[in-house]
């Protein structure tokens, strides 16, 4: 389930029907979605929070995000490599679904909560690699707001 600031819990399905009722009352149809996820270690168990964003560029955007909970997670590189799986599984559902196919000229970016300075810098070839790899736009901080904004806000 889903969870939208806006209409409460929601099934992937109802999310995909909100996003294509956001795009259809505009005018000028310039949007990107973008899916992003961020953890975040708490006591003995780490929050994975992987947001849908569909922004109208200029004219702000809508947000759905589905949190899940695992035993922690030490190490950075799997929760890293676990986030962006996420990401990439959450457009392989999409994509699954009919309302999906009215959405599929939409540009898809897939937001990465990793960045040239503190640990995660190693990551960046590798998993900025595996994103475009598999046909996506990928950003990366300060850039990813959607995984270092949206996301880390429900992984407290």
Request: proline content about 3%; charged content about 20%.
């Amino acid at each position: 389930m889903f969870v939208s600031p806006t209409y409460g819990r929601m099934s992937l399905t109802e999310v995909l029907y909100q996003v294509e009722r956001y795009v259809d009352v505009s005018e000028h149809p310039h949007y990107k979605l973008i899916i992003g996820t961020d953890s975040q270690n708490h006591g003995e168990e780490t929050t994975m929070v992987t947001a849908i964003i569909v922004h109208r560029i200029g004219k702000g955007a809508r947000f759905f995000f589905r949190r899940r909970r695992h035993p922690k997670i030490h190490d950075l590189r799997q929760r890293v490599y676990m986030e962006t799986s996420y990401s990439l599984t959450l457009v392989q559902e999409m994509q699954q679904h009919e309302a999906f196919q009215r959405l599929y000229d939409l540009p898809i970016e897939i937001h990465i909560d990793i960045g040239t300075t503190g640990a995660t810098r190693t990551m960046i070839q590798e998993i900025v690699g595996w994103v475009t790899a598999v046909g996506y736009t990928v950003k990366i901080k300060p850039q990813s707001y959607g995984a270092s904004a949206v996301a880390d806000r429900f992984t407290k």
